[in-house]
């Protein structure tokens, strides 16, 4: 369980985390959103005793990063895929970490399987890998100890759709098996694929968090017909808002099969109807990256925010559920591990 708590980063004059606060439990991916130089990474470094927060904690199972004993262990990291040495080869680099960990060279092989990382690629230098192939190399790093907890600095940037569609599988099965997973990224559609719950950082503020479906929203309609002005009546008349689309036709604020009934219901011939943007999400997604364009306002110290969200739209939900205390460290959380813990191509178990 990852707990963070009115956390504050200052930089001189720059508050780069202000008040932050969300949580990570076991089963969840937890995605946490933010255009760049929301103080996605400073959080993650805190987080991982990289960087001294000015106030508030972050602790990992009730505990701080650097007081967790064999931490490798516990908490698989990846915060900079172009961190590793490019001289040596995947294989070179993952057994030089397992022996670091204590852990024997085969566990390597079973991480560079699950990652995809062929026999013939992990004996390649890291120079020669591309950023996607750096990427696995970072998730197989992370994995090698066998943690319960895994945080993951922007792990799809640089993947190509099936990279993302197995970066998916992987996480997921990893939080099912009790795994706690919290991953960064600037990528909307990417982390509302991976993730099932998002916390949306901006100007290094929460803007907003819980589940993805919930905050994603009823999706938007992109659709066309023989009269559109007819249509937009016929919509409204049946409690749907809907307005002109940049590419023409109605954007809807419904979904498809509901656009297609009120077009049916009214004898009007659609030329077009498919799924458009993701609804609120997008929204205030798209709203908050415009105001993080430098010069934009507010990502200038000193500066005010250039959007701010009204509590009464994108509230932060209470959050977790249950009452956060510092747990009682158990023995059971963080002992000495048997090896191997896991079975080629799984997870493995989770404390
Ligand atoms: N060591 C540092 N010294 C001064 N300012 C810093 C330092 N590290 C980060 N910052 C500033 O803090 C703010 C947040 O940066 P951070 O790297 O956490 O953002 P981010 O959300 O991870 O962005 P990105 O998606 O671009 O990685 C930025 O304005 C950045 O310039």
Known sequence: ?????????????????????????????????????????????????????????????????????NPAMQVGTLLDASAFHNGRTARETLRLSARTMGLPDRRVDQLLELVGLSSQEAGRRVKDYSLGMRQRLGVANALLGDPAVLILDEPVNGLDPAGIHWMRGLLRDFADSGGTVLLSSHLLHEIELIADHIVVIGQGR????????????????????????????????????????RDGGLQV???????????????????????????????????????????????????????????????????????????????????????????????????
């Open 253 to 351: 604020q419904a979904e498809p099969a509901r656009v297609g009934a009120v077009a049916a219901e009214a004898g009007i011939a659609l030329t077009e109807l498919r799924q458009g943007g993701t609804g609120n999400l997008e929204r205030m997604y798209l709203e908050l990256t415009a105001g993080a364009q430098r010069g934009a306002g507010g990502m200038l110290p000193g500066q005010p925010a250039a959007q701010t969200y009204p509590p009464s739209t994108y509230p932060p939900q209470p959050y977790p559920p249950q009452p956060y205390p510092p747990q009682p460290y158990p023995p059971q959380t963080y002992p000495p591990q048997t090896y191997p813990p896991a079975a080629p191509g799984s997870t493995g178990g989770r404390a």
């Open 1 to 69: 369980m990852i707990v963070v708590e009115h956390l504050e980063k200052r930089y001189g004059s720059l508050l780069a985390v202000d008040d932050v606060s969300f949580a990570a439990l076991p089963g969840q991916v937890v995605g946490f959103l933010g255009p760049n130089g929301a103080g996605k990474s400073t959080t993650l470094r805190i987080l991982t005793g990289l960087t001294p927060a000015t106030s508030g904690t972050a602790t990992i199972g009730g505990y701080l990063y650097r007081d967790i004993p």
């Open 206 to 245: 929460v803007m907003a968090q819980g589940r993805t479906r919930e905050l994603a929203g009823t999706p938007d309609t992109q659709v066309s017909s023989v009269d559109d002005a007819a249509l937009a009546a016929a919509l409204s008349a049946a409690g749907v808002t809907s307005g002109p689309s």
